[in-house]
């Protein structure tokens, strides 16, 4: 197991060289010009090339590259263009919010994804079945954003109920675990959960039914097991590959939230990433790209590392 | 009458902007920037009057109470400023500041040198040669050669604690947290792209702007669905910029619109290199006089004024143009015909629009209307749609450059608050890009002497006079295909009140109080 960890880690390593490579060139394929959104129309060529030079945007891209990566070995991401406050604590500050939201997300997407899923796997072919998908295949279909507006149309708008939008009555750095503040999670989390309920439970029903209609459980049955506790042998034998698409999720709920955080003003990182977008913010788009990936990264190998732990196959292959 | 500040209740604006604009003095994030953070914090040595929705805004004393130019030497201003002013810190405002903040954006060897504000206030005082004190309360200003416009210019200059600044231990990260201007609200706490919240400047100097909300606090709310949504479900009290499709539920749920001209303009900024179609003025007119402006209006709900030249209508300086810009589509055929095309030989053209931008209004919506106009009348478009901050860079380049495709115009929305910005930049032959923002090439001797004039009136009545002939040669050589006028609109709860829109970029937040619900 240690070194199936350790192999692990040592190929972080190389992956995490790839993935700043292609964070820095990424951002510079884009078209239009960081300082545009800095300077106002009137600067005159010479500010603009002033300005490029104090950024160092003026230098060959491996040199800018290399210095980013200098920089960024010490812990150091550079600062925004547009805000001129450090990367790494804009980053990391709006990461601790998606992160807030998308556990919240997690707490009502994997129960209700996993009981799905078994509901329809337990019930294959039947209406129950049928019923289930249906639900799971709009979750995946609706286009989430678009969800959340209704949801704030029908909630805050017209109930005045849940805020639409902000981060708690004084702003994140103000988060507290009351009530006052959970109001606000409630309307982007549960819009940010239909997605993986749907993933999870198609999943789970998948794996539920092929494992149910496994010679195994037959035999589970024969030998006057009751139905309790055939389905926790189920339940362990899906729970590796279950485990495996709820981290990914996790991953893509921190990531993948752009529009939903923009619907509901929520400072996370899809929103820093949008507004990092629109502005041109390159130090900003590499450092948010950049933690984000490694996310990605991390999350798989905790991932690979559970897997192993409940399933040993995975750890001889 | 005296005020005293406070107690008026606390107002939460729900901005446009992505992040609370820069804190430190020179604001970032464009006109709104300085509207919620640069007038509010800060005072300039001229401020703008924003007390009258009925006129467009003049320039008034600030941090100066009179200024001056030499009768021997007109580049040389002299600004005596007012006594008793303080910062926020307690500090004093005095000559010596001033030139503290002047070497901040415009000496990058000096200490204070502030890349960042720079990069907003340079370019605004491209007049300014050399500054120095004269005495404790006397400024003197020299400019690069005789330039009338220079109140204008200094209008967009605030001034920052030098004191403070030293407190903070000559760190701008720091000052940007613990801010001191002299304006009449003081920054009480930020959260960057969260919230910023100012409080009263009770020592203000000036009473009959003393601010009368206990608290203003600032949200930017960039996504236009989550402003309507945020003043709707009760969490702000005000947005900036609600969407025109919007406004009638809002209305209908007895929220305030208000709006009002203000020099902003929607325009066609044409090409004038060799073989561009809009060399010939009989196809300018024509193209002006194409558009259905009252359509495009309803288009919009409502939320535009028809353009009658490049300044609105209201302008001071509109003055009395004879080319009459209206949808009359027969003389637009006419003057086509006559200027050598019709069925088989129709005008083609190209041109460069954005699908969304600050102050773009609806780009996409209003350039297709358009484009069925001109079609109309035998001038057929085809668009070069680029990202905004593309178009930026294409407008800086101007037409000349392969970036922009050989397009002939470009989309573009303009401030018209001031001579420099509203006209000279746009047509003067020495700023022809990529040396200026004349997107266009344009030159002609007499436009040139035009500015000229503007630059060396230095009666801001015979200044007026100037401004008034030139823009009537804009409208009457239909210098630009001119179309729309913005209104700025911004929708609040009804128990928002004493406030007055100025038809202006920038707003007095001093007289509004909310009511009890």
């Not at chain 1, 209700?112 to 289930?132: M, N």
């Not at chain 2, 500040?5 to 992040?19: E, K, S």
């Not at chain 2, 503290?100 to 890349?115: F, G, R």
């Not at chain 2, 179309?483 to 509004?512: C, E, L, Y």
Request: glycine share 8%; net charge negative.
């Amino acid at each position: 197991m240690f070194s199936y960890i350790l192999r692990r880690l040592l190929l972080v390593i190389p992956v995490a060289f790839g993935v700043s490579v292609i964070c820095f060139l990424l951002v510079q394929i884009a078209p239009g010009d960081p300082l545009t959104s800095i300077m106002p129309a009137e600067a005159t060529a010479e500010e603009q090339a002033a300005m490029r030079a104090a950024y160092g945007l003026d230098k060959p891209l491996p040199v800018q590259y290399a210095i980013w990566a200098a920089k960024l070995v010490h812990g150091d991401m550079g600062n925004s263009i547009a805000s001129g406050r450090p990367v790494a604590s804009e980053v990391f500050g709006a990461v601790k919010n998606s992160l807030l939201l998308a556990v919240a997300a997690a707490i009502i997407a994997f129960p209700i994804g996993t009981i799905l899923g078994f509901t329809a796997g337990y019930f294959r072919d039947t209406w129950v079945d049928r019923l289930v998908t249906g639900v799971a295949i709009a979750g995946v279909s609706v286009p989430n954003y678009w969800l959340g507006i209704v949801l704030v149309i029908i909630f805050s708008v017209t109930l005045g109920w849940l805020p639409a939008i902000g981060a708690g009555p004084g702003g994140s750095q103000h988060w507290a675990w009351d009530f006052e503040h959970i109001r606000y999670l409630i309307l982007p989390a549960i819009t940010l959960s239909v997605v993986p309920i749907g993933i999870i439970a198609r999943t789970i029903r998948a794996l539920a039914g092929d494992i149910l209609s496994m010679e195994f459980v037959q035999a589970l049955y024969a030998k006057g097991m009751s139905r309790g506790d055939v389905l926790c042998h189920v339940a362990r034998n899906a729970a590796a590959t279950a485990l495996s698409v709820m981290g990914l999720q996790i991953a893509q709920l921190l990531g993948g939230s752009i529009l939903i955080e923009t619907v509901f003003n929520w400072p996370g990182s899809g929103f820093l990433l949008s507004n990092a977008i629109f502005q041109q913010d390159l130090p900003l788009l590499q450092g948010t790209i950049l933690v984000l990936a490694m996310f990605f990264v991390i999350s798989n190998l905790v991932v690979d590392v559970a897997q192993a732990a409940i399933d040993p196959r995975i750890k001889r292959g | 009458m005296a005020q005293t500040a406070g107690g008026g209740g606390t107002l939460r604006i729900g901005m446009t902007a992505a992040d609370i604009p820069l804190t430190t003095g020179q604001t970032d994030q464009g006109g709104e920037g300085m509207r919620f953070m640069g007038y509010t914090v800060y005072d300039a040595l001229i401020n703008w009057d924003l007390t009258s929705a009925d006129k467009p805004s003049g320039l008034i004393p600030g941090l100066a109470t009179e200024w001056t130019t030499d009768d021997t030497d007109k580049t040389k201003w002299t600004f005596k400023l007012r006594e008793g002013v303080k910062f926020h810190d307690g500090s004093e405002f005095n000559a010596d500041a001033v030139v503290w903040n002047l070497d901040k954006l415009l000496d990058s060897e000096c200490a204070q040198y502030d890349p960042r504000q720079s990069a907003q206030g340079k370019s605004r005082i491209p007049a300014v040669a050399s500054y120095k004190v004269i005495d404790p309360m006397t400024v003197e200003i020299t400019t690069k050669e005789p330039d009338a416009t220079l109140p204008y210019q200094l209008a967009w200059i605030v001034y920052s604690s030098p004191a403070n600044w030293e407190a903070q231990g000559k760190d701008w990260e720091k000052v940007a947290y613990q801010p001191s201007g002299t304006g009449p609200w003081k920054l009480a706490s930020f959260a960057p792209r969260e919230r910023a919240e100012l409080v009263p400047n009770p020592d203000y100097w000036d009473n009959t702007r003393m601010a009368q909300l206990d608290k203003l606090i600032l949200i930017p709310l960039p996504e236009p669905n989550a402003r309507s949504a945020a003043l709707m479900s009760g969490q702000v009290d005000w947005i900036e910029a609600p969407s025109p499709d919007t406004i009638p539920a809002m209305q209908a749920n007895g929220f305030t619109v208000s709006s009002n001209a203000y020099p902003h303009n929607w325009t066609w900024h044409l090409s004038r290199l060799e073989n561009s179609p809009w060399n010939d003025i009989r196809v300018r007119k024509a193209a002006n006089l194409a558009i259905d402006r009252a359509g495009l209006k309803q288009l919009l709900g409502g939320l535009m004024i028809e353009a009658k030249g490049f300044l609105p209508p209201s302008s001071q300086w509109f003055g009395n143009p004879t080319f009459e810009v209206k949808y009359d589509p027969e003389a637009a055929k006419a003057l086509l015909k006559e200027a050598g095309f019709d069925d088989t030989n129709r005008v083609k053209l190209k041109a460069l629009i954005s699908p969304s931008g600050s102050g773009q209004m609806l780009p996409l919506p209003m350039n297709e209307y358009m484009q069925q106009n001109l079609a109309d009348v035998g001038i057929d478009v085809e668009f070069v749609v680029v990202e905004w901050n593309q178009m930026i860079n294409l407008w800086r380049a101007g037409a000349a450059d392969p970036g922009c495709q050989g397009a002939q115009s470009i989309n573009f929305s303009y401030f018209t608050q001031d001579p420099f910005t509203g006209l000279i930049r746009h047509l003067s032959s020495a700023l022809i890009a990529p040396n200026g923002t004349n997107w266009g090439h344009y030159s002609d001797p007499e436009m040139d002497a035009l500015f000229s004039e503007i630059r060396t009136t230095f009666d801001s009545a015979a200044q007026d006079d100037v401004l008034r002939k030139t823009h009537e040669k804009f409208v009457n050589e239909a210098l630009f295909l001119m179309v729309a006028h913005d209104v700025a609109p911004r929708a609040m709860k009804p128990t928002v009140t004493g406030f007055v829109q100025a038809q202006n970029w920038f707003q007095n937040f001093s007289s509004i109080t909310m009511k009890s619900a």
